[in-house]
């Protein structure tokens, strides 16, 4: 009763009003009774003040129970009566309701009525409204395909050619989509303008017939048919010229972004080909400094180390990948078993539609044959009208009191008829409306199935491409992952064959300098016992000359003494002079072997400084491995959400297209039930037509 529209606030104090007179003794003549008021027998003690007491108990309580709502609500007290009192409560606590529901309490029945009627409308507001949502994502879609764009433009330049095309062929394949759905986006709008249209003329047509007669109606509903008409063709041209400007200023973008992807292409080729001989450069000369590089064990181990690390992790990623890929083929699956749902309720619509085309077919003949009976009503119209001409010449023969019965009959019976023909009128036009309805009906029913094929089509597209994508980055995973164990067979060759040599050559130089330190410490010492003996001998030469000028009168025999010792010295000298010789070419030898070695120790320290950097350059290439794998991750799981958005798209399409068929059997049967409300008023038409037939023949005999 509150929640009626015609409950008002403004109908309060009539309610009120009403109840406090229904319940006054002076409307009703009716006063309590003696027995009533007498406390010895009722079996409670009855007074005002325990009246008053119990009354404010129950609103106390009826409040603490609308509290439970709101607590913030009170009661606003009059001096009504109590039942009275309390409907006011009642209402001011639904109209709190309705308030916090956000509808609005003051509604009467007239409003009600009209929202009932406005709501026929409703419908093309809410195509209206889908239009306009779908425009929306039209826009949306667009700004992201701009900002796809956008980075396409800021991804770096090494980037693969693959990347790019599947790029290209994606905005291609979406405006396609975009101008298949700007299609579909014009024909409903064009049949919303010719609705709309239908209904403004309908509405137009029925004041005007209220207002003058058909011939004005029809001649006005006809000039703003026109009018319709015409502004409808100028919107279209508008239409069709602001289509063609943004197909134009369209094309000419995709135009410009093919020349940018071209251009990149180009770009992203020669950038490959740099690196290639940059690749290509620096293997021949890791090659070429592969044995010299090799003394390096701890820069080896660490790299050995992060490679199994990196090995470890590409390994889990590539489990996570398959399980991904277990999850997709579920989903397939998946998808499959619905599409194969999907199909067998198809058919099922399939044969629907035949039987509604059937339906068609009878309604098409029970048409022809209503046409049919028009026709034979109109025969009978004209045999009426020969039969009245025969029967005024007859008149004129008979007396005047028959001619005025006959006069009667004949006005009766065409009454009848026009009456007969006025009906099969109007059921022919409830047919008519009943088919256009079943014909847009259809039409609708095959656009949604065209829709959700084209949909379906999409799906299978992203899934295979996906599918695609992924089988790409396994052979990716595959190929790094051969790299790696082709890396790990070079490092344990390494480590097997070329660290020990090396070892072996870095021993067999220590041991040489320590025989060279060795041997120049002895050819010092021999120098320094040389150098002594040759003071020794300068000394000894000296004295020599000193005796020889004191005893310059020896004989030959003491000359000859001394001769001997002179040559011996002589000898010893020159014997010094040559091992001097030998020590100083010995000292230039030692001299050249250390500066190679500071060499080769300046070589290995650059190879040093290239593994470091090599390694650093693994890291890196570690690193954008890891943000490749964390982005198709995403892109993975991007791909997930749109697939189980498009499971509930699925779920809410059947139950919309469950829900249509509900309506077309229900409209089936409301078709049939006329129909054979029709052929019994046919048969009824006929036999009351034949019965006045075979009349007008008995007294024309």
Same mark, same amino acid.
């Given at each position: 009763?509150?929640?009626?529209?015609?409950?008002?606030?403004?109908?309060?104090?009539?309610?009120?009003?009403?109840?406090?007179?229904?319940?006054?003794?002076?409307?009703?003549?009716?006063?309590?009774?003696?027995?009533?008021?007498?406390?010895? *027998?009722?079996?409670?003690?009855?007074?005002?003040?325990?009246?008053?007491?119990?009354?404010?108990?129950?609103?106390?309580?009826?409040?603490?129970?609308?509290?439970?709502?709101?607590?913030?609500?009170?009661?606003?007290?009059?001096?009504?009566?109590?039942?009275?009192?309390?409907?006011?409560?009642?209402?001011?606590?639904?109209?709190?309701?309705?308030?916090?529901?956000?509808?609005?309490?003051?509604?009467?029945?007239? =409003?009600?009525?009209?929202?009932?009627?406005?709501?026929?409308?409703?419908?093309?507001?809410?195509? *209206?409204?889908? +239009?306009?949502?779908?425009?929306?994502?039209?826009?949306?879609?667009?700004?992201?395909?701009?900002?796809?764009?956008?980075?396409?433009?800021?991804?770096?330049?090494?980037?693969? &050619?693959?990347?790019?095309?599947?790029?290209?062929?994606? +905005?291609?394949?979406?405006?396609?989509?975009?101008?298949?759905?700007?299609?579909?986006?014009?024909?409903?709008?064009?049949?919303?303008?010719?609705?709309?249209?239908?209904?403004?003329?309908?509405?137009?047509?029925?004041?005007?017939?209220?207002?003058?007669?058909?011939?004005?109606?029809?001649?006005?509903?006809?000039?703003?048919?026109?009018?319709?008409?015409?502004?409808?063709?100028?919107?279209?041209?508008?239409?069709?010229?602001?289509?063609?400007?943004?197909?134009?200023?369209?094309?000419?973008?995709?135009?410009?972004?093919?020349?940018?992807?071209?251009?990149?292409?180009?770009?992203?080729?020669?950038?490959?080909?740099?690196?290639?001989?940059?690749?290509?450069? $620096?293997?021949?000369?890791?090659?070429?400094?592969?044995?010299?590089?090799?003394?390096?064990?701890?820069? *080896?181990?660490?790299?050995?180390?992060?490679?199994?690390?990196?090995?470890?992790?590409?390994?889990?990623?590539?489990?996570?990948?398959?399980?991904?890929?277990?999850?997709?083929?579920?989903?397939?699956?998946?998808?499959?078993? =619905?599409?194969?749902?999907?199909?067998?309720?198809?058919?099922?619509?399939?044969?629907?539609?035949?039987?509604?085309?059937?339906?068609?077919?009878?309604?098409?003949?029970?048409?022809?044959?209503?046409?049919?009976?028009?026709?034979?009503?109109?025969?009978?119209?004209?045999?009426? +009208?020969?039969?009245?001409?025969?029967?005024?010449?007859?008149?004129?023969?008979?007396?005047?009191?028959?001619?005025?019965?006959?006069?009667?009959?004949?006005?009766?019976?065409?009454?009848?008829?026009?009456?007969?023909?006025?009906?099969?009128?109007?059921?022919?036009?409830?047919?008519?409306?009943?088919?256009?309805?079943?014909?847009?009906?259809?039409?609708?029913?095959?656009?949604?199935?065209?829709?959700?094929?084209?949909?379906?089509?999409?799906?299978?597209?992203?899934?295979?491409?996906?599918?695609?994508?992924?089988?790409?980055?396994?052979?990716?995973?595959?190929?790094?992952?051969?790299?790696?164990?082709?890396?790990?067979?070079?490092?344990?060759?390494?480590?097997?064959?070329?660290?020990?040599?090396?070892?072996?050559? $870095?021993?067999?130089?220590?041991?040489?300098?320590?025989?060279?330190?060795?041997?120049?410490?002895?050819?010092?010492?021999?120098?320094? &016992?040389?150098?002594?003996?040759?003071?020794?001998?300068?000394?000894?030469?000296?004295?020599?000359?000193?005796?020889?000028?004191?005893?310059?009168?020896?004989?030959?025999?003491?000359?000859?003494?001394?001769?001997?010792?002179?040559?011996?010295?002589?000898?010893?000298?020159?014997?010094?002079?040559?091992?001097?010789?030998?020590?100083?070419?010995?000292?230039?030898?030692?001299?050249?072997?250390?500066?190679?070695?500071? &060499?080769?120790?300046?070589?290995?320290?650059?190879?040093?400084?290239?593994?470091?950097?090599?390694?650093?350059?693994?890291?890196?290439?570690?690193?954008?491995?890891?943000?490749?794998?964390?982005?198709?991750?995403?892109?993975?799981?991007?791909?997930?959400?749109?697939?189980?958005?498009?499971?509930?798209?699925?779920?809410?399409?059947?139950?919309?297209?469950?829900?249509?068929?509900?309506?077309?059997?229900?409209?089936?049967?409301?078709?049939?039930?006329?129909?054979?409300?029709?052929?019994?008023?046919?048969?009824?038409?006929?036999?009351?037509?034949?019965?006045?037939?075979?009349?007008?023949?008995?007294?024309?005999?």
């Amino acid at each position: 009763m509150m929640n009626s529209p015609g409950y008002s606030e403004e109908g309060r104090g009539y309610h009120s009003q009403y109840i406090s007179r229904a319940l006054s003794p002076r409307m009703s003549g009716y006063r309590p009774g003696p027995r009533l008021m007498d406390s010895n *027998l009722s079996p409670y003690p009855f007074s005002r003040e325990s009246e008053q007491i119990n009354i404010t108990e129950f609103i106390n309580l009826i409040q603490t129970q609308l509290k439970r709502i709101n607590p913030t609500f009170a009661f606003q007290f009059t001096a009504d009566p109590p039942l009275a009192q309390a409907v006011n409560f009642l209402t001011q606590a639904v109209d709190r309701l309705l308030t916090e529901q956000g509808k609005d309490p003051k509604i009467t029945s007239d =409003q009600y009525e009209e929202d009932i009627n406005y709501s026929s409308n409703r419908r093309l507001r809410d195509e *209206l409204e889908k +239009a306009k949502e779908t425009t929306k994502n039209l826009t949306r879609y667009e700004h992201l395909l701009k900002k796809k764009e956008e980075k396409l433009e800021e991804e770096k330049f090494y980037s693969s &050619n693959r990347r790019l095309r599947d790029e290209l062929e994606k +905005a291609k394949e979406t405006t396609k989509n975009l101008t298949r759905y700007e299609h579909l986006l014009k024909k409903k709008e064009e049949k919303l303008e010719e609705e709309k249209s239908k209904v403004r003329a309908e509405k137009k047509g029925i004041k005007d017939m209220e207002e003058h007669s058909k011939v004005r109606a029809e001649k006005k509903g006809i000039k703003d048919m026109e009018e319709q008409l015409r502004q409808a063709l100028n919107d279209l041209e508008i239409q069709k010229k602001n289509w063609n400007d943004s197909k134009r200023f369209e094309q000419e973008r995709i135009r410009l972004d093919k020349e940018d992807a071209d251009r990149k292409l180009s770009e992203a080729k020669e950038m490959k080909e740099k690196i290639e001989k940059k690749l290509d450069e $620096s293997t021949k000369h890791l090659k070429y400094e592969k044995e010299s590089l090799m003394q390096l064990e701890n820069c *080896l181990n660490q790299t050995k180390q992060t490679l199994s690390i990196d090995q470890k992790r590409i390994t889990q990623d590539k489990l996570e990948i398959e399980k991904e890929k277990w999850k997709l083929d579920q989903r397939s699956r998946k998808l499959e078993e =619905q599409e194969i749902l999907l199909n067998v309720k198809i058919e099922h619509l399939d044969q629907e539609k035949q039987t509604q085309e059937s339906e068609k077919t009878k309604l098409l003949n029970i048409r022809k044959d209503i046409d049919d009976e028009r026709n034979e009503l109109l025969q009978i119209k004209d045999q009426i +009208a020969s039969f009245e001409r025969e029967s005024k010449i007859s008149a004129r023969k008979s007396p005047i009191e028959d001619q005025g019965i006959s006069d009667r009959g004949y006005t009766s019976v065409n009454q009848e008829y026009d009456a007969k023909f006025i009906e099969l009128e109007e059921r022919e036009k409830e047919i008519e409306q009943a088919y256009r309805e079943l014909q847009e009906q259809m039409d609708n029913f095959n656009r949604e199935l065209e829709e959700r094929e084209i949909v379906l089509d999409e799906r299978e597209f992203s899934v295979e491409k996906q599918e695609k994508d992924i089988k790409k980055k396994l052979d990716n995973f595959s190929v790094i992952e051969a790299s790696l164990i082709e890396s790990k067979i070079q490092v344990e060759d390494l480590r097997t064959f070329t660290i020990p040599e090396l070892e072996k050559q $870095s021993e067999t130089l220590s041991n040489l300098l320590q025989e060279l330190t060795e041997r120049k410490q002895d050819m010092e010492n021999l120098i320094e &016992n040389l150098h002594n003996e040759i003071s020794l001998v300068g000394k000894q030469k000296g004295m020599l000359d000193v005796i020889e000028e004191d005893k310059s009168q020896v004989s030959a025999d003491s000359y000859q003494m001394t001769h001997s010792p002179n040559r011996d010295i002589d000898e010893i000298t020159i014997e010094l002079e040559q091992k001097i010789d030998k020590v100083k070419e010995r000292e230039i030898e030692l001299e050249h072997a250390h500066k190679e070695i500071e &060499n080769d120790r300046e070589e290995l320290t650059k190879a040093a400084e290239f593994l470091k950097q090599a390694h650093v350059e693994m890291e890196e290439k570690r690193k954008q491995i890891d943000k490749d794998l964390a982005e198709e991750k995403a892109k993975l799981k991007n791909q997930f959400l749109k697939l189980e958005s498009g499971m509930r798209l699925l779920s809410t399409k059947e139950a919309e297209v469950f829900s249509f068929k509900r309506k077309l059997d229900e409209k089936n049967q409301m078709l049939i039930i006329k129909e054979k409300e029709l052929m019994a008023r046919m048969r009824k038409t006929d036999s009351h037509g034949s019965s006045i037939v075979e009349e007008r023949e008995g007294e024309s005999y």
